[in-house]
Structures are given as structure tokens and as C-alpha cells.
């Protein structure tokens, strides 16, 4: 082992996934400088900077994640999956640049994600459980890093009154957005809140999308299903641990390590918003 794999190996996973996103993050900095004038790339370029950022930081990534934790699994949007993992009791899911769209056309919403899935027992002999800790999000072009490592902060304050924005993917339309908001426009007033407004925003990267809604910019993350586990996990882990509501449309919590690694339909919301909006996302069929 190198020095920097057995630095690394002492560190708690906590301090590994913050660590290894960051150094991540650095590198594909360094990738999109090698290539000057990121927004204004022909296609084949920009899809060459996406490769490269992409390919860069997975290798970075599994490599330092394997010296460090040489007996755990991985799930990387990058790395073939053979399912083997599913039957491991710690895996780490990974997405090393998630955002690529936004990484090579010069935008600031692209993100390293890392969360560690675990089983442990239960309390009381109750069996076991499955839990996702050690999650970070890495935004390097915001200079941001938010992980469960963090001291936990409370959710910002939301005016019910001002315009409430939903936060929703750039590249995606959810289905039924019109439905939901005029649903939540509706319940919004029936909770003497006449004059507030319903406003979609357009981000792309999931941690870039989470992140609006720890800043306050957005009051929820709505999306239909298709989100990869490894879009997901890191995000939402870091989000619930700030005290956001993280729940799929039927009011179920979302499920990793599974064999198809897929979430469903769901969202991301503000706790005063959250139950109006799963009132919402029901009412339209999402």
C-alpha cells in the first residue's frame, strides 16, 4: 500500500467519503481546465470532456475506495456491475460525475456523489437493517461539500406566502408537473395561504438539485422515476439528515443495493411543505 492508501485506510467513513469526493471534485476541475471555454465546445469536444471527467474520476474514486476498504463492494455509474453486490453488507455507491451535461457545457451543476450502504443489526435483536451513512455531495464549481459527516443543520425558514419554487430536472420533465402545481397552489390556499405561487426551476446534476433546496432556493425536488441509485443516495442521505423529507410517492422510504438499481417517483421537500406536496404528486398520478 502507498502512504496515501494506508492515510486513508485510518480514516473513518465519514472522513473517506469526504475526503475522496473532494479529491474528485478537484480533478474534474482540473479535467474541465484542459479544456478551455467549456460553453462554448462543439459536440464532439464537449462529449470528450464528459468522457474524460467521467472516466478521471471513477478511476480515482474505486481506486482509493479499494486501497481504503479493500472487503467492501461498489455500485459505480461507471463500472460494470455484476450483482454480486447485493448479497455484501457494506457497498458504496458512487457517481462520480453526476451532471455530465452540465460538466462539459461550462454550467455550475455537476457533482461528485459517494454514500456507503450498510446492513446492521437491529436494536434489541430485531433483525436487521439497512442504512446509507457515509454520504457526501461534492459540488466543486459552487465550492461546496455537504456530507453526513456534518454537524446536522435545521431546515431553512420557508415563507408559505412568497413564491414556493419546485426544483425539477433540467433534462426530464416529470409527468404531471402542471397537476401538481395547481393541486398545491390549491392546498396552499385552503392553508390561508391565497396569494402564494407555485414556480418550477431547472437544474440539472441531483446533488445540484438537493443543494437548491438546502440553500432555501427551492422548498422541494420533485422527479418521476428512472433516478439511478447512484443519483440518489448521497443526495438524499445528506438531505434527511438536515431534516428534509425523502419519501417516495406511496410515503415509503427509498430502498438501495437492490439488483435493478432504480429508485421510484418521489421527492425531496421541506417539512412544511412536504405533506401538501405528497397530497400533490398523488393527485397527479406521478
Not at 35 to 64: H, K, Q, S, V, Y
Not at 215 to 237: C, I, M, N, R, T
Amino acid at each position: 500500500m502507498t502512504d496515501t492508501d494506508v492515510s486513508l485506510a485510518a480514516l473513518t467513513d465519514e472522513e473517506l467519503s469526504r475526503t475522496v469526493a473532494i479529491e474528485a471534485a478537484d480533478l474534474l476541475m482540473v479535467v474541465r481546465a484542459e479544456f478551455p471555454d467549456a460553453a462554448g465546445l462543439d459536440a464532439a469536444t464537449a462529449r470528450t470532456l464528459g468522457d474524460e471527467g467521467d472516466l478521471r474520476a471513477n478511476n480515482l474514486i474505486i481506486a482509493r475506495l479499494k486501497a481504503a476498504r479493500p472487503d467492501d463492494a461498489i455500485l459505480s455509474e461507471e463500472s460494470f456491475d455484476d450483482g454480486a453486490r447485493v448479497t455484501r453488507p457494506r457497498v458504496w455507491i458512487v457517481d462520480p460525475l453526476d451532471g455530465t451535461a452540465e460538466f462539459r457545457t461550462g454550467r455550475d451543476e455537476f457533482a461528485v456523489h459517494i454514500a456507503l450502504w450498510q446492513r446492521v443489526e437491529g436494536e434489541a435483536g430485531q433483525g436487521v437493517e439497512t442504512v446509507l451513512r457515509a454520504s457526501t455531495i461534492a459540488l466543486p464549481d459552487r465550492q461546496t461539500v455537504r456530507s453526513t459527516g456534518d454537524d446536522p443543520t435545521l431546515p431553512v425558514a420557508l415563507d408559505l406566502d412568497g413564491p414556493i419554487v419546485l426544483v425539477i430536472s433540467r433534462n426530464h420533465l416529470p409527468r404531471g408537473m402542471e397537476i401538481i402545481m395547481a393541486r398545491l397552489g390549491e392546498l396552499l390556499a385552503e392553508a390561508g395561504h391565497p396569494d402564494a405561487t407555485v414556480e418550477l426551476s431547472q437544474v440539472g446534476s441531483v446533488g445540484a438539485k438537493v443543494d437548491e433546496v438546502l440553500l432555501g432556493k427551492a422548498a422541494a425536488y420533485v422527479f418521476s422515476g428512472g433516478l439511478k441509485e447512484w443519483d440518489a443516495a448521497a443526495p438524499f442521505a445528506v438531505a434527511a439528515q438536515c431534516g428534509y423529507v425523502v419519501r417516495q410517492v406511496d410515503g415509503t422510504p427509498f430502498e438501495y443495493n437492490r439488483l435493478s438499481p432504480v429508485v421510484g417517483s418521489g421527492f425531496v421537500a421541506h417539512p412544511l411543505l412536504a405533506d401538501m406536496l405528497a397530497e400533490a404528486v398523488a393527485h397527479s398520478g406521478l
